[in-house]
């Protein structure tokens, strides 16, 4: 049977076309595409969104003979069939018609060499769109390591498209890519394949090609089986996962806590070094009071928050998420959710907008939108500068388990759980109400365990610090600025007033009647204001509050808030913090994942008189109690 | 002989981990049957049950070489030959 057979129109496009300039990376989930294209552009690369939807927008460049290429890392898609917003993107940069990014002038289409057959719909779909398309099979090593064999030329015939063999993970048969890029782009003949009108034949068609390409797919992967006898075994399994997630935890606090510490004191040097060296005392105040207090206590927490983030490339590189999320689905069923929802609300334990951007795997849009609602719920990376200094100022330190569990740690841990109740509850209220839904089945993908590269590791790392410290170098400034400047105005004779009697502790006194129930005084009132931006916010705002009373002038904050708020009120604040919605970036995601304002408003709404009411009555029965 | 001239359907859901099989028909919505076919589920195609999760399911399938994961409330719909009924029957 002569090639052609799938092959039905040949023609050439008019235009001879320029150098590659622009080309779009394309592939499966789990094909190894991310690899490759952190392999290609190393720190090249930026994110972003694309404008008006919500998928993630990621290009970096590679220099071809001096010359930059763009590379445009496309969502990962099964199909270009326009299901999902994910899909419907990929189509619309490859047509060219996705604003804001430019008309791709080759592809690169990156497969799993392991597992072809069903990628082969995907890969003629993608040849069809005409422009010069180069198939990459990755996994190369690994594909050959287990006994599979292809012969590339004659599947590139096939296909009508250059094949070529390679592996992100160890660097091989890259050269190639460079050589596809640095051709002038000859005139291009357009194959068309009849089949993509005939979906449900594609797979007899696939495996008919497949044997004219003398494909031989390689024998399962023995490692992945083993680990996954003992890592899906029905004791050994679940144990493991309480362990992983248990030592994760463990590291982030024991590991964490240390280090922003020490990050803290260096911060706290160098901000008293370089007061001493201003005169002038409003500049003075300013630098040192607004700007430097304000940032450098949420600063201190990047530690933490980089190590969270640590786990979970980790967890997510090696393939353990993905069985993690088998194993948690019999739980997150039972609040109506699915296995899927366990990645996402997992991220969200570091910060709620990732965790609702990740919600792009669940292909179920109720699921999505459920697990959007109640991801706020988990305890964020910004809940833990307030949590540890209240903790720390309010609980003393003891054993409770031996040398294993501290009182400080406990409390910790009881806010976690506390915060992942609601959340269920919350759950299991919405989809068993408005969300209600089972159309679309739960499918999960369990790939090949893989060593995670530094390489991926590090620059996801550095992409989400980046993150937090714009918003920490932004939003949280401003919010600084704010604040410092509501406590140094209305000026009075010239001079800064009194505290009692700046604008800030107007608005505070204001509406202290409604917060004092719950133990909180005006200070703690301007603290929750200034929150709702972020919720760490409040602990620079109360740095600067303090800092600017004469009586505790001197004082470290803990000390500070020792004098200021009684236990009950300080236990009411911690559960306040564990439910309510004191995230404006968080608002702001929810809104674009939901294209609209009223499930950010409900949620908001919601978790804002979740908080009110629990904090109530947090602060009356303790006071009832002490 | 009469018994094993046609083979003896069975559902996905019921093999055990270890039993193949060739899927017969998708009994699900053609949407559904469409995004089940991107992960390999289609008739015709050789499915291993590899094993189930900790807690009884979801089970994980060997298809097409790669491993994939499906609730029992899906694979009750999906209406298989076991690969050892077919070879009774052109044994």
């Known amino acids: 049977m002569p090639p052609s057979t799938t092959t039905q129109e040949v023609r050439t496009s008019p235009a001879e076309l320029q150098r590659v300039r622009t080309v779009a990376l394309i592939g499966p989930p789990n094909s190894g595409k991310s690899t490759l294209f952190n392999r290609l552009t190393g720190l090249r690369q930026s994110v972003g969104n694309y404008p008006g939807i919500t998928v993630e927008h990621r290009s970096g460049s590679i220099l071809v003979q001096e010359e930059q290429v763009r590379v445009i890392d496309l969502p990962g898609v099964y199909s270009l069939s326009p299901f999902s917003e994910d899909e419907c993107v990929a189509v619309d940069v490859l047509k060219g018609r996705m604003a804001g990014t430019p008309v791709p002038d080759a592809v690169l289409l990156v497969l799993d060499a392991t597992n072809l057959t069903r990628q082969l719909a995907l890969a003629i779909s993608v040849i069809a769109f005409g422009l010069p398309t180069l198939v990459l099979l990755n996994m190369a090593d690994l594909f050959a390591k287990r006994g599979g064999t292809i012969d590339p030329l004659k599947l590139a015939q096939e296909l009508g498209a250059p094949v070529a063999l390679v592996s992100a993970t160890q660097g091989t048969g890259l050269e190639t890519i460079e050589r596809f890029l640095e051709q002038k782009g000859d005139a291009k003949e357009i194959t068309q394949f009849p089949i993509l009108n005939r979906p449900s034949q594609s797979r007899s068609w696939a495996s008919q090609l497949e044997r004219r390409a003398g494909y031989r797919p390689p024998l399962p992967a023995e490692w992945t089986r083993r680990l996954d006898a003992l890592v899906l075994h029905r004791i050994w399994g679940p144990l493991i996962f309480i362990v992983v997630v248990g030592a994760v935890f463990q590291s982030v606090f024991g590991l964490g806590q240390p280090l922003s510490n020490a990050l803290q004191n260096l911060l706290n040097l160098f901000g008293q070094k370089t007061a001493v060296m201003i005169a002038q005392p409003f500049l003075r105040s300013l630098l040192l009071d607004g700007i430097w207090k304000g940032v450098s206590s949420v600063l201190i927490f990047l530690p933490q928050i980089l190590l969270l983030f640590l786990f979970i490339g980790l967890l997510e590189d090696s393939g353990y998420l993905a069985r993690a999320a088998l194993i948690s689905d019999r739980t997150m069923r039972s609040v109506g959710l699915n296995g899927k929802a366990f990645i996402p609300l997992l991220s969200a334990y570091a910060c709620a907008v990732p965790a609702i951007m990740a919600t792009r795997t669940i292909e179920n849009k109720r699921d999505r939108l459920a697990t959007i609602l109640i991801a706020p719920f988990m305890t964020c990376s910004a809940r833990l500068p307030v949590y540890t200094l209240l903790i720390s100022a309010f609980i003393p330190e003891h054993r409770v388990i031996g040398p294993l569990l501290g009182s400080r740690a406990l409390a910790m841990l009881s806010l976690y759980v506390l915060g992942f109740l609601v959340a269920i509850g919350t759950a299991k209220i919405l989809k068993s109400s408005v969300l209600k839904s089972a159309s679309i089945p739960f499918v999960l993908e369990l790939p090949e365990y893989r060593w995670p590269t530094w390489q991926s590791i590090g620059l996801r790392l550095l992409d989400r610090g980046r993150v937090f410290t714009r918003q920490v170098g932004t939003v949280i400034l401003v919010v600084s600025l704010v604040i410092w400047a509501l406590t140094y105005l209305p000026l009075q004779h010239g001079h800064p007033p009194q505290l009692e009697h700046s604008a800030i502790a107007r608005i505070g006194q204001f509406i202290e009647p409604v917060i004092q129930p719950l133990g909180f005084n005006w200070k703690i009132g301007v603290g929750l204001l200034t929150s709702v931006v972020a919720r760490e916010v409040i602990v620079g705002t109360l740095g600067t509050l303090y800092a600017t009373d004469p009586s505790t002038h001197s004082m470290p904050l803990q000390t500070a808030l020792r004098q200021d708020l009684a236990f009950p009120g300080a236990m009411a604040l911690l559960i306040f913090f564990a439910f309510a919605m004191q995230c404006t970036s968080t608002l702001a995601v929810v809104r674009r994942e939901t294209n609209s304002w009223a499930w950010p408003a409900i949620q908001f709404v919601y978790m804002s008189s979740v908080a009110y009411f629990a904090a109530l009555a947090t602060n009356q029965l303790l006071r009832m109690w002490k | ?91």
Do not use: C, W
């Open chain 2, 1 to 91: 002989m009469g018994v094993t001239t046609t083979p003896v359907n069975s559902v996905l859901a019921d093999l055990e981990p270890g039993q193949a099989a060739v899927i017969d028909e998708i009994a699900l919505p053609t949407e559904t049957q469409e995004f089940l076919r991107r992960f390999g589920f289609s008739p015709g195609v050789e499915i291993t049950v590899s094993r189930r999760a900790p807690f009884g399911d979801p089970t994980a399938y060997r298809i097409d070489g790669a491993e994939i994961a499906l609730r029992a409330e899906t694979a009750r719909h999906i209406v298989v030959v076991p690969l050892s009924s077919l070879e009774k029957e052109s044994g």
